[in-house]
């Protein structure tokens, strides 16, 4: 069993910063793409950076300048810090990730979701 596990979050003041973690977990054989996606009520699930196993870092354009992705291969973790926070960016923020575990199965996993709370 696989599964990605969160942590960080919580209610942030505007301006401020904050961390957010994503673990995967269980029998994996390897990791591809680690990202992070946020949600609102009422609307779609919307990327907001990814970290490809190349390297390759993607981010929408709302997170550029202000948050950053980076990921520890060795720990099957991947980060999210974000900076300069606006009450916009409050949402349920998901991890997600592409791996193959130890059976050389494919999954396409998310993570439980962590709530960001940005207060003007």
């Known amino acids: 069993q696989v599964q990605l596990v969160e942590s960080g979050g919580g209610l942030v003041q505007a301006g401020g910063s904050v961390r957010l973690s994503c673990t995967a977990s269980g029998d994996i054989y390897t990791v591809y793409d680690m990202g992070w996606y946020r949600q609102t009520p009422g609307k779609e699930r919307e990327m907001v950076a990814v970290h490809t196993s190349m390297g390759t870092l993607n981010y929408a354009d709302s997170a550029k300048g202000r948050f950053t992705i980076s990921r520890d291969d060795a720990e099957n973790t991947v980060y999210l810090h974000m900076n300069s926070l606006k009450s916009e960016d409050t949402a349920t923020y998901y991890c997600?990730?592409?791996?193959?575990?130890?059976?050389?199965?494919?999954?396409?996993?998310w993570g439980q979701g962590t709530l960001v709370t940005v207060s003007s």
């Open positions: 997600h990730a592409d791996l193959v575990d130890a059976s050389y199965r494919y999954f396409d996993v």
